[in-house]
């Protein structure tokens, strides 16, 4: 189906601008998201990177975390970059006292699992599902896939093994940023399902 799909992008904290932008560039009727009435238009819901504490505490104090965890059981599309991927998984390692997630992802993330030494790097990823050019993905103080779950699917690793890109369902998440390197192509595969849901309405 052609057509703008309505996307959100939730606006709580982190790099929201950057997603609007890739999204808007790709054909989506863009949405910031910060309310339940907000979410409740959108097809899809992208997930910035940012601080997921953060992002987790205010989305409690929005009264946005069971809004979106109902939306997820839903089969929403959502896509969480770094941060958002942590949000989307269903346990957390190192994450700070109490925090939370949505979940949805059957996945164990490590926040900051690169440590200090190595707070940001760059590579030429491989993703098959996206074709032979590589990614050019950046790791911001980045979370890693400790554990996925059977339902899951790993779409990226790094040289070593550890899991950087998963999708299950409709949720897609990446340890990496996409949107700050003008890669697109994760954004399209999510357009694309955001499309196949509004189709289905
Ligand atoms: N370290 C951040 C966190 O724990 C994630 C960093 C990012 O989104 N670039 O949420």
């Known amino acids: 189906m052609a057509g703008n799909p309505p996307v959100g992008i939730l606006a709580l904290q982190g790099d929201v601008r950057e997603h609007a932008a890739l999204l808007a560039g790709l054909g989506a009727e863009v949405t910031l998201v910060r ?11 992208v997930i910035p990177g940012g601080e997921s ?10 009264g946005m975390q069971e809004p979106i965890r109902a ?17 989307l998984a269903d346990e957390v390692l190192d994450g700070i006292e109490g925090q939370q997630s949505f979940g949805g992802m059957d996945v164990s993330v490590r926040r900051n ?7 940001s790097f ?16 950046t790791f911001i103080r980045a979370p890693i896939v ?18 950087v890109a998963v999708r299950q369902g409709a949720l897609l998440g990446t340890s990496f940023h996409p949107e700050v390197d003008g890669e697109t192509r994760f954004h399209e595969m999510f357009v694309e399902s955001v499309r196949d849901r509004a189709a289905r309405r």
């Open 113 to 119: 699992a690169f440590g200090r030494q190595t707070e």
């Open 71 to 87: 939306a997820i059981a839903t089969g929403l599309p959502v896509y969480g970059t770094c941060a958002g991927l942590i949000l």
């Open 122 to 137: 760059e590579i030429g990823l491989d993703v098959p599902l996206l074709g032979d050019v590589p990614v050019h993905a």
């Open 35 to 45: 309310r339940p009435a907000e979410l409740a238009v959108v097809d899809g819901l």
């Open 53 to 62: 504490s953060v992002i987790d505490k205010l989305s409690r104090i929005f």
């Open 146 to 163: 400790e554990r996925a779950g059977d339902g899951v699917e790993v779409l990226a690793s790094l040289p070593d093994g550890g899991i």
